[in-house]
C-alpha cells in the first residue's frame, strides 16, 4: 500500500477502526500493517541539512571550548590535573634534578606551580581565539567530522587553528608568568644552575614552552568535552546538540 500522506492515512485508519467489528480478518491485518507504516513514518526523523550540521558542529565546539576553558582556568586546573601539569621544560630536565640534589627542591616546586598558575589565568582568553576559528568550517568537513570519530571536531580544530592560537596565546602566557613571578623563578634557577661548574648551560624559550603545554591541555579537555557530547545525551545541551548528535549518519 503506498501511502500519500500521513494526514490521509491517520483519516482511513480512524474511519476503518469504527468499523472494526465487521471487517474481515484479511482486512484487519491490512489495517494493522497501514498503522504500522503511519507509526514508521512518523518516527524516522527528517535528514539533517547542511546547515544543521554545521550549526550543531560549531554550538558543540562552542559548547566544548567554553567548559575546557572554564575547567582550565579555574585554581588548580592546571597544576593539580595530572593529564594537564605543566613539568619542568623537557631539555631542563637535568637542571630540576641538579637544583633538588643540591637543595633547592623548594625553587623548584615554586617555579612549577607558577608555571601552572600562569597557564591558568591565561587559559579563558583562548575562547574567542577558539570561537573565530570555528567559523570557517565547510559543509565537507562537517559532515566528515560528524562521521568521525570521538574526537574527529578536535583534531580538526587542533588542525586548523593551532598555529593562530600559539601566536594569540604566547602574550597572554608571558603576561601571565610574569604576574605570578614565574619568570623571576626560572631566571633564579637558570642563573643558579649556570653557575655549577662543568654544566651545559640551557635557558629554554620559558613564554614559548608554556604555551605549547598550556594549549595542548585546552585541547585534550576539549576532545573530552566532545566525547561526552557524541556519547552521552545528557550533555547535549541545547536542541540543534540533541538533533545532530542524536541522529545517525549513513
Known amino acids: 500500500m503506498k501511502l500519500k500522506s500521513i494526514p490521509h492515512v491517520l483519516a482511513i485508519a480512524t474511519l476503518s477502526l469504527v468499523f472494526t467489528q465487521s471487517c474481515s480478518d484479511a482486512q484487519l491485518k491490512q489495517l494493522s500493517k497501514t498503522m504500522e507504516e503511519v507509526n514508521k513514518t512518523m518516527q524516522t526523523p527528517a535528514p539533517l541539512t547542511n546547515s544543521e550540521v554545521i550549526s550543531g558542529l560549531k554550538e558543540a565546539l562552542k559548547v566544548g571550548i567554553n567548559n575546557s576553558s572554564s575547567l582550565a582556568s579555574k585554581t588548580d586546573g592546571y597544576f593539580k590535573n595530572p593529564l594537564l601539569k605543566i613539568p619542568f621544560p623537557t631539555e631542563a630536565q637535568?637542571?630540576?634534578?641538579?637544583?633538588?640534589?643540591?637543595?633547592?627542591?623548594?625553587?623548584?616546586?615554586?617555579?612549577?606551580?607558577?608555571?601552572?598558575?600562569?597557564?591558568?589565568?591565561?587559559?579563558?582568553?583562548?575562547?574567542?581565539?577558539?570561537?573565530?576559528?570555528?567559523?570557517?568550517?565547510?559543509?565537507?568537513?562537517?559532515?566528515?567530522?560528524?562521521?568521525?570519530?570521538?574526537?574527529?571536531?578536535?583534531?580538526?580544530?587542533?588542525?586548523?587553528?593551532?598555529?593562530?592560537?600559539?601566536?594569540?596565546?604566547?602574550?597572554?602566557?608571558?603576561?601571565?608568568?610574569?604576574?605570578?613571578?614565574?619568570?623571576?623563578?626560572?631566571?633564579?634557577?637558570?642563573?643558579?644552575?649556570?653557575?655549577?661548574?662543568?654544566?651545559?648551560?640551557?635557558?629554554?624559550?620559558?613564554?614559548?614552552?608554556?604555551?605549547?603545554?598550556?594549549?595542548?591541555?585546552?585541547?585534550?579537555?576539549?576532545?573530552?568535552?566532545?566525547?561526552?557530547?557524541?556519547t552521552n545525551p545528557a550533555a547535549r545541551v541545547n536542541d540543534i546538540l540533541k538533533r545532530v548528535f542524536g541522529t545517525t549518519v549513513k
Do not use: H
Open 94 to 230: 637535568n637542571v630540576e634534578a641538579k637544583l633538588r640534589q643540591l637543595g633547592l627542591g623548594n625553587l623548584c616546586d615554586q617555579f612549577i606551580e607558577s608555571l601552572n598558575r600562569g597557564a591558568e589565568n591565561a587559559a579563558n582568553k583562548s575562547v574567542p581565539v577558539f570561537v573565530n576559528a570555528i567559523t570557517s568550517m565547510s559543509i565537507g568537513d562537517g559532515f566528515q567530522i560528524l562521521k568521525g570519530g570521538n574526537n574527529a571536531a578536535t583534531e580538526y580544530l587542533k588542525s586548523k587553528t593551532t598555529n593562530d592560537l600559539i601566536a594569540a596565546f604566547k602574550p597572554s602566557i608571558q603576561q601571565s608568568l610574569d604576574a605570578v613571578n614565574a619568570t623571576k623563578y626560572w631566571s633564579d634557577i637558570i642563573t643558579r644552575y649556570n653557575k655549577i661548574p662543568l654544566v651545559q648551560k640551557v635557558n629554554p624559550d620559558l613564554a614559548g614552552y608554556a604555551t605549547d603545554r598550556a594549549i595542548k591541555g585546552l585541547f585534550v579537555l576539549v576532545a573530552d568535552e566532545e566525547a561526552k557530547i557524541r
